[in-house]
C-alpha cells in the first residue's frame, strides 16, 4: 500500500466522524452506554469478520494486554461522554465543544520531549478557545443553563479523545486488527454498566434504529479502522490537519437535516474552531 493510499483511506474516518453527531441525533432517545453497547457491537463484528478473513488472530495475541486495556478506556470513554453530552445540551454546540480534540491533540503533543510551542499554537488556542466561548455564551440571558452539563461533558470528551491520542505514541506500533478488540471490548463494558445504571429504551422508530446501524458500521466502526491505517501507513501531518474540516462538516449536517439552527453565532463558532486548529496545525508544520 503506498503512503498516497493509506492517507485517502484514512481521510475516509475524518467524513465519517462529521455524522457522528447527526447519526446520534437521529438515535434518541435510547441511553448513552445502551447506545455505546449497541453500535460498538456492530463496529466489533466488523472487526471480529475482518480479523478472521485475514488471518490476524495470531498477531493479537502478541499484543500486551495494557495495550488492549488502554484503546478500551479510550473508546469507551469517548463516545460515552460523547453521547451523553449530545444527549443532555443543543447537539450542534455540544458536537462543536467535542471537536476541540484536533486542536488539544497540537497543544499537548507540543509538550512532548522533542516537540515545542509556537506562536501560531498560542494564537490557534485563543482563536478556537473564542469559538466555544461563543457556544457557551450566546444568547445572553436566554442561554439556559440546563445545557451546561451536556457541554462540560463535551469538552471532557474532546480532553478524553486528545488525551488518547497523544498518550497512543508510547504504545508502539500496533496491529489495527487491535481495534477490533478495543470495539468488542467496549461493547461488553457499555452493556454491563448499562445494566447497572440506565433504564433500557430502544428506539421507537426505524429512523432510531437506522440510526443505530449507521453510527456502528461508520463513525463507530469503519472509521477507527481506515484512521489506524492511515494514521500508521499515511501522511499524519496531512491527515491532522484535515481533521480540523469536521466541525464544519457536522454542523452543516446537523442544520441541513434540521437538527439545529443556521445562525451566524453557530456557523462563527464553528468556523473559529476549525480555524484555530487549522492555525495550530500550521504551527507544526512549520516547527518540523
Same mark, same amino acid.
Not at 25 to 51: D, E, K, Q, R
Given at each position: ?14 467524513? +465519517? ?41 495470531? !498477531? ?5 494486554? $495494557? =495495550? ?5 478506556? @479510550? ?9 451523553s453530552a449530545l444527549r443532555l445540551a443543543p447537539p450542534a *454546540? ?11 491533540? =497540537? ?8 516537540? $515545542?510551542?509556537? %506562536? ?35 469538552? %471532557?470528551?474532546? %480532553? ?8 497512543? $505514541?508510547k504504545l508502539g506500533d500496533v496491529p489495527t486488527e487491535t481495534?477490533?478488540?478495543?470495539c468488542v471490548a467496549t461493547a461488553i463494558l457499555s452493556g ?16 432510531? #434504529? ?9 463513525? =463507530? ?5 481506515? #484512521?489506524?491505517?492511515? =494514521? &500508521? ?15 464544519? +462538516?457536522?454542523?452543516?449536517? %446537523? ?5 439545529? *439552527?443556521?445562525? #451566524? ?10 480555524? @484555530? !486548529? ?9 516547527? &518540523?
Amino acid at each position: 500500500m503506498t503512503r498516497k493510499t493509506a492517507t485517502s483511506i484514512g481521510f475516509v474516518a475524518v467524513l +465519517l466522524w462529521a455524522l457522528l453527531a447527526l447519526f446520534t441525533v437521529g438515535s434518541a432517545p435510547t441511553p448513552p452506554l445502551l447506545l455505546n453497547t449497541l453500535t460498538f457491537t456492530i463496529g466489533g463484528t466488523i472487526g471480529v469478520i475482518w480479523v478472521t478473513v485475514t488471518g490476524g488472530w495470531r !498477531a493479537l495475541a502478541r499484543v500486551n494486554w $495494557r =495495550v488492549y486495556a488502554f484503546g478500551t478506556i @479510550g473508546l469507551f470513554g469517548y463516545h460515552a461522554l460523547y453521547f451523553s453530552a449530545l444527549r443532555l445540551a443543543p447537539p450542534a *454546540e455540544a458536537g462543536l465543544i467535542a471537536y476541540l480534540w484536533p486542536l488539544l491533540i =497540537v497543544l499537548f503533543s507540543g509538550l512532548l520531549p522533542g516537540e $515545542r510551542l509556537g %506562536l501560531l499554537h498560542v494564537v490557534g488556542a485563543i482563536v478556537a478557545f473564542i469559538g466555544a466561548a461563543l457556544i457557551v455564551l450566546r444568547g445572553g440571558a436566554s442561554f439556559d443553563p440546563a445545557s451546561l452539563p451536556g457541554l462540560g461533558l463535551a469538552f %471532557l470528551c474532546a %480532553l478524553t479523545w486528545s488525551g488518547y491520542s497523544v498518550l497512543s $505514541r508510547k504504545l508502539g506500533d500496533v496491529p489495527t486488527e487491535t481495534v477490533a478488540v478495543f470495539c468488542v471490548a467496549t461493547a461488553i463494558l457499555s452493556g454491563v454498566m448499562h445494566l447497572m445504571f440506565e433504564q433500557t429504551i430502544l428506539p421507537q422508530s426505524t429512523l432510531g #434504529w437506522a440510526s443505530i446501524l449507521a453510527l456502528g458500521l461508520g463513525p =463507530v466502526g469503519l472509521a477507527f479502522y481506515v #484512521w489506524d491505517i492511515g =494514521v &500508521k501507513r499515511g501522511d499524519i501531518q496531512m491527515l491532522g490537519t484535515a481533521s480540523y474540516a469536521a466541525p464544519l +462538516l457536522s454542523t452543516l449536517a %446537523l442544520i441541513l437535516a434540521g437538527f439545529a *439552527e443556521p445562525g #451566524w453565532t453557530l456557523l462563527l463558532a464553528a468556523a473559529l474552531i476549525a480555524g @484555530g !486548529a487549522g492555525l495550530a496545525a500550521v504551527g507544526s508544520a512549520r516547527s &518540523k
